[in-house]
């Protein structure tokens, strides 16, 4: 089964506005990563937040991780065309080597 | 600096047939992982290795499917024999060691059992 599990399934924009992404987890973690997916190619790593953050920024991109609510979730800021992709997120084991990805989110950012 | 390497990147064959599929991980990396990807059940672990030896292959559907790492640069992915239900993208990953290490993964073989 999936650990985590993304909300929304798809969601749609116009260039410029803002993309909240949500993730919820079911057991404790050591750190969530989100990753992004573009049409046809392998997944790309955005981001890592450990389970000690509550908030990380990296560019356009802000994450969040709530621990008490196994829940995190990512902002893309400013979307641009270019962001339209899937966004996974990602935890790990408690040894910290495996990933469970959720089922992704579909984002289109329209022109 | 090369990226993790898959091929072939497209495969059609027919159900029955034997299918290989094959990864080069980014040298240095010590963790090397192999994924299923489909609409029904989104990403799936099938087996990862570390330092050449499978630690987990729980992920591993059937019999049919089997994993080798025979050196740090190399891993295939066999189905013998291949069903039409195996249709789907597979991802190579690789990282380095560290708790907090990011998976690399190749652009993925999508494989297509008729």
């Known amino acids: 089964s999936q650990q985590g599990e993304e909300d929304p399934q798809a969601l749609s924009i116009q260039e410029g506005e803002n993309a909240t992404m949500n993730c919820s987890y079911k057991t404790s973690i050591n750190n969530l990563q989100w990753y992004r997916q573009n049409s046809g190619r392998g997944l790309v790593h955005l981001i890592l937040?450990?389970?000690?953050?509550r908030e990380k920024h990296s560019g356009r991109l802000r994450v969040t991780l709530d621990t008490s609510k196994k829940s995190s979730s990512l902002l893309i800021t400013a979307s641009r065309a270019a962001d339209t992709a899937s966004y996974f997120c990602?935890?790990?084991?408690?040894?910290?080597?495996?990933?469970?990805f959720g089922g992704g989110t579909r984002l289109m950012v329209k022109p | 600096d090369a990226g993790v390497i898959q091929s072939p990147r497209h495969e059609v064959t027919e159900m029955g047939q034997e299918v290989t599929l094959r990864c080069k991980p980014i040298s240095g990396h010590d963790y090397l992982f192999w994924y299923r990807q489909t609409m029904m059940r989104g990403l799936e672990l099938l087996i990862y290795f570390n330092n050449n030896v499978p630690i987990d292959d729980s992920g591993m559907p059937e019999d049919r499917f089997s994993a080798k790492m025979p050196n740090a640069s190399f891993s295939t992915l066999k189905i013998q024999p291949s069903e039409p239900r195996d249709s789907a993208v597979y991802f190579c990953?690789?990282?380095?060691?560290?708790?907090?290490?990011?998976?690399?993964f190749g652009d993925g073989t999508r494989l297509s059992i008729l």
């Open positions: 937040i450990r389970s000690n953050e």
């Open positions: 990953a690789s990282s380095g060691t560290g708790v907090e290490r990011p998976q690399h």
């Open positions: 990602a935890t790990d084991n408690n040894a910290g080597n495996m990933l469970t």
